[in-house]
């Protein structure tokens, strides 16, 4: 295999997306052009609608790899987008080079340490499944299908992000090949500056090959779901904006006004009809969290309620997240506050009695542990809630789910903050990290990106060069 990039792309004349795939085929093992199988596989998404089409795909097997791929794509002027899972696609990537890092799947628990190092490729069911032996717990999202590396460098607001944090600043190590194609090691003290801007930078600033996090001391939880029928809705949205706001940090909480579509794969109660998810993890004792959660359990009669103490290895089956590819349209926003007038006009624009085309709005409590992190490219820790707005871009209401999304979003801004958190959005460019960094953030990513990738390779870092 040669190495000798210069030879492979200077002399040259062909237009650079040709001389870079020729280059790429002579320098890495497996790239995969489109129309071959691995092609499909490696650029399916979990939102249908954000498809991608790379110029080609390059799965790299470890960070020498990707070290040649960024300097071709260097070389030949052709930008290179990053991707583990598909789970938070946002642009096409026409004309870019995809690196799938689905190979880089090391994974090995210190348990006398409590930590871990974890691959690219590696989903945080995986994780969970390696730490659940050692009764250690790897501070995953609400989906555990969803990457650890893609999930982490959006900092990372997981069920139990008010006990334990966000969850990137458990990080203690990166390895990252920079967009200047340097393999490089970034800790609270070598190479602090990139440490500050892959925790909330996404991947602006290099390709994470693996990570090194610490694990909490956390085998089981109380947490589940508790589902009220839509009638309900009035009683238990008032009164969760009150005790949500009441609740100690061992307990995270999150509200979702549901409209599942009637079809076999939900169940019965649930499915055709307007119903209100409450979840909940709380991580101290027990007993204390049934107490807790008893004020909610007495608002009306849940149609399920599933909470109880479990492994932590289940966690993903708080919000049981779809993991079959849909076609989405994502919206979010944060709030200040929630308190029973929001929880009002919630209920007006998407309770049973509202015309509404999303299938969830979720609203999802902030706070605890959340706010007194380190400094870091994450920047609304100050952020109370958050809402998450999700329509089915179905035929039959999908020219009407956009506008239905920003009707209830409008409505939501007498107690919205400015702002957006890095994993929660379907979009990317200058728009999308004018909103996710404020001005000073942005800033420091940008000379950081010029640092790092002089010659502006990564796709990820386009929105905050501008
Ligand atoms: C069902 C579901 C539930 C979710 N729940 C939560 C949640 O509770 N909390 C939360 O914070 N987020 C949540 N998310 C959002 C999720 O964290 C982001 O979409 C995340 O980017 C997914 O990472 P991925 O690697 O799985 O996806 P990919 O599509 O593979 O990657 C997405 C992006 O992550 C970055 N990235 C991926 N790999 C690398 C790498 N090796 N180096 C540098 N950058 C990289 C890149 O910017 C890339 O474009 C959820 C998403 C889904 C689909």
Not at 42 to 66: F, G
Not at 193 to 218: M, N, Y
């Amino acid at each position: 295999m040669s190495t000798d990039l210069s030879a492979a792309t200077a002399a040259d004349l062909r237009p650079a997306p040709d001389a870079a795939v020729r280059a790429l085929t002579q320098a890495v093992a497996r790239v995969h052009l489109p129309d071959t199988p691995r092609y499909r596989e490696l650029t399916v998404t979990s939102n249908v609608v954000k498809a991608v089409r790379p110029l080609v795909v390059v799965e790299v097997v470890d960070a020498d790899d990707v070290s040649r791929v960024l300097r071709i794509a260097a070389a030949c002027g052709v930008p290179v987008a990053v991707a583990g899972t598909g789970h938070g696609a946002t642009e096409s990537m026409a004309g870019a080079i995809l690196i799938h890092t689905a190979a880089l799947d090391e994974l090995t628990v210190h348990p006398e340490g409590r930590w871990a190092r974890v691959g690219a490729g590696v989903r945080w069911a995986a994780v969970l499944a390696a730490c659940a032996p050692h009764g250690l717990a790897g501070l995953c999202g609400s989906s555990t299908d969803v990457g650890v590396v893609g999930f982490l460098t959006g900092g990372g607001v997981g069920p139990m992000v008010r006990s334990h944090g966000l969850s990137s600043d458990s990080v203690r190590a990166f390895d990252v090949v920079t967009g200047d194609g340097v393999l490089r090691r970034a800790t609270a003290t070598e190479n602090p500056d990139l440490f500050w801007g892959l925790r909330g930078g996404k991947g602006s600033l290099g390709v994470v090959t693996a990570v090194e996090i610490d694990l909490a001391d956390q085998a089981e939880v109380y947490a589940g779901s508790i589902w009220f029928d839509g009638a309900d809705a009035t009683a238990v949205v008032r009164t969760w904006s009150v005790w949500s706001d009441l609740l100690p940090t061992e307990g995270t909480t999150s509200l979702a006004v549901m409209r599942l579509p009637d079809m076999d794969e939900f169940p019965e109660p649930l499915r055709g009809r307007t119903t209100i998810a409450l979840r909940f993890t709380w991580t101290g004792d027990p007993a204390v969290g049934e107490e807790m959660i008893r004020a909610m359990r007495a608002v009306a009669t849940p149609l399920i309620d599933s909470v109880a103490v479990m492994p932590y290895a289940a966690l993903g089956a708080v919000h049981a997240d779809p993991e079959d590819p849909m076609p989405l349209h994502e919206t979010s926003l944060l709030l200040d506050d929630f308190g029973p007038d929001t929880a009002d006009v919630l209920v007006e624009l998407v309770g049973p009695a509202a015309q509404t085309a999303q299938a969830m709005v979720e609203v999802r409590q902030l706070g605890g542990r959340l706010r007194t992190g380190p400094d870091c490219a994450f920047a609304h820790r100050e952020a109370a809630y958050q809402v998450f707005v999700l329509g089915l871009m179905i035929p039959e209401i999908a020219q009407v789910v956009a506008a239905d999304a920003r009707r209830i979003t409008d409505a939501l801004a007498p107690w919205a903050r400015t702002g957006g958190l890095p994993n929660f959005t379907d979009t990317a460019g200058v728009a999308w990290a004018q909103r996710v960094y404020p001005p000073q953030v942005a800033a420091r990513l940008r000379e950081l990106s010029r640092a790092y990738d002089p010659a502006g390779v990564l796709l990820a870092a386009r929105g905050v060069r501008g």
